[in-house]
């Protein structure tokens, strides 16, 4: 065996804890110690009227023949075999044979003796669970039984000592009894110790899960000012580099604007710290501990921010899609107006107004559609889009928008494919197609569109020389009626990210139109 092999915990049997194993180790070492008491004992008191004449030598033998034994259970208990009750029913088994030929050596001995089978039963209840317990007694009971029949057929012993004996006997059966009561309530504690054990580390785990995933950052520190511990995403919401070690780190050390903030901090106050990267609303909530331990929670106001954008954009969506729907009827009463006097009229400036007005009729019927296909876009139909499919649709819009061939520049890798819903691709290009011809200044190359991959992820961008919008002016990209002046307007990228999965399990998409001199 080598010594990494030696120095490997050894592994608990089925059914049986470590711990078992270890109290069988130390009831042998129980046994070692008696049985090197008996030896010494022999070699003392070999002699003596102790023993009956020409008895202290076999006491002698006896005793070393359960050194011995001990010495070899120190081995079985080290290779965990036999199996534990095997190796505990021997060692109780191998305690009552020694101990009744002991008994027979010296009938001065034998009650002094017989007392020590209680140390082993109640060993044995205890160590094996209460497992076979009221068996070891029996057992003990009957050998103890026939030893004494065997020393009063010798005339060692008086038949009137039957009463002491039957006293000891019921002593085993009682030591049993209760060893094996009170090892089912230890059991019973250990076992629903080690559940709570387990309950506890997976509480543990769903608590770390929870922290490492909480949108909020999360600071506990105590009352000195030692951070306790620091979540990963408050120490990114802080901008914190310097490492944070647990019960040593002072917040003053790698927060210190949140430290000096967290001195006026109490349940009922939320500031805002104005951390490197954008500011935080910092809540306080004690823990009631006798150190003064409290967790600050940091909560990031961009996203507060983001969330409270994207509810005013989706009750946007649903009030201009109830007033496009009841635009529409009236706009088909014009529409249908217009026709009829179209009809009845053979005068030319008639002829002409209504034709203004069935062309601006069908204009707004667009726009309306326009803004029922963007209130519905979360109804997805995604399909492959490549090269293939993706260059007829430029050039249909190119068309559609009149511009020339040459001012565009498609650049369009083969391989590269997308999964993506057709029509709202199609919106989104001649969006941006019809922006960037706008503010382009019309020359061979002034537009560029090119599709590359980075990640799992497709990146569509359409590229123009125009002017652009000036930083001040850029936060106000998205809102309806905010114009801008193109000589603002800085050199633009706009960006299409189209998420890629496979089936088309997941798709989104994050487009940056770009605004026109109308503000659309």
């Not at 033998?61 to 095997?86: E, K, M």
């Not at 969330?307 to 009841?326: F, M, V, W, Y």
């Not at 309306?368 to 139909?381: C, F, P, S």
Request: a positive charge; proline letters at 4%; hydrophobic letters at 45%.
């Amino acid at each position: 065996m080598t010594a990494e092999a030696a120095s490997r915990p050894r592994q608990a049997t089925q059914g049986y804890y470590a711990s078992h194993w270890r109290s069988l180790d130390y009831f042998n070492l129980y046994r070692l110690t008696l049985a090197m008491a008996l030896v010494f004992t022999s070699l003392l008191f070999g002699t003596s009227d102790l023993f009956a004449e020409g008895s202290g030598e076999v006491f002698r033998a006896y005793a070393y023949a359960y050194l011995v034994a001990a010495a070899l259970f120190v081995l079985g208990i080290r290779a965990r075999w036999p199996g534990f009750q095997v190796q505990l029913t021997a060692h109780i088994f191998a305690d009552i044979l020694f101990t009744m030929l002991l008994m027979g050596t010296s009938p001065r001995l034998a009650d002094g003796m017989g007392l020590l089978l209680v140390v082993s039963i109640a060993s044995g209840g205890l160590v094996g669970s209460g497992r076979l317990t009221l068996l070891y007694a029996s057992i003990a009971s009957i050998a103890l039984l026939l030893q004494h029949g065997l020393s009063v057929l010798g005339n060692s012993s008086g038949s009137s000592s039957y009463f002491q004996v039957g006293l000891l006997c019921i002593g085993y059966f009682a030591i049993g009894w209760l060893a094996h009561t009170l090892t089912q309530r230890a059991l019973r504690s250990e076992t629903l110790a080690q559940q709570q054990g387990e309950e506890l580390a997976l509480l543990n785990r769903i608590n770390a899960l929870a922290i490492e995933n909480s949108p909020d950052g999360l600071l506990a520190v105590r009352g000195d000012g030692v951070v306790r511990h620091a979540s990963p995403r408050a120490l990114a919401l802080l901008g914190v580099s310097v490492p944070v070690v647990p019960g040593i780190t002072r917040l003053e050390t790698c927060a210190p604007e949140l430290a000096q903030l967290a001195r006026q901090l109490s349940p009922h106050v939320t500031p805002t710290l104005n951390a490197p990267n954008g500011p935080l609303r910092v809540r306080c909530i004690p823990l009631a501990t006798a150190d003064g331990s409290r967790v600050l929670v940091l909560e990031d106001q961009s996203q507060a921010a983001q969330a409270a954008q994207r509810l005013k954009l989706a009750a946007l969506g649903r009030l201009t899609a109830n007033i496009a729907h009841e635009i529409r009827n009236p706009l088909s009463a014009i529409s249908h107006a217009a026709q009829l006097l179209s009809e009845e009229s053979h005068d030319a400036t008639q002829t002409k107004l209504t034709g203004i007005i069935e062309n601006n009729a069908r204009r707004l019927d667009r726009l309306v559609e326009e803004v029922l296909t963007l209130n519905r876009r979360d109804r997805l139909n995604p399909t492959l889009i490549n090269k293939q499919t993706l260059a007829p649709l430029i050039t249909e819009l190119l068309h559609a928008e009149n511009i020339p061939q040459d001012v565009v520049v498609v650049n369009l890798p083969e391989r590269l494919h997308f999964q993506f819903d057709p029509d709202h691709l199609r919106q989104i290009l001649w969006n941006l197609l019809r922006n960037a011809w706008q503010v382009c200044s019309k020359k061979a190359g002034s537009i560029q569109i090119r599709m590359q991959k980075q990640g799992d992820q497709v990146q569509l961008d359409i590229l123009d020389d125009g002017p652009g919008v000036s930083t001040e002016h850029q936060g106000k990209l998205f809102e309806r009626w905010a114009c801008f002046s193109p000589a603002n307007w800085p050199r633009r990228i706009m960006r299409n990210w189209l998420m890629c999965q496979a089936y088309g399990a997941r798709i989104s998409a994050s487009v940056c139109t770009g605004v026109n001199k109308h503000g659309t």
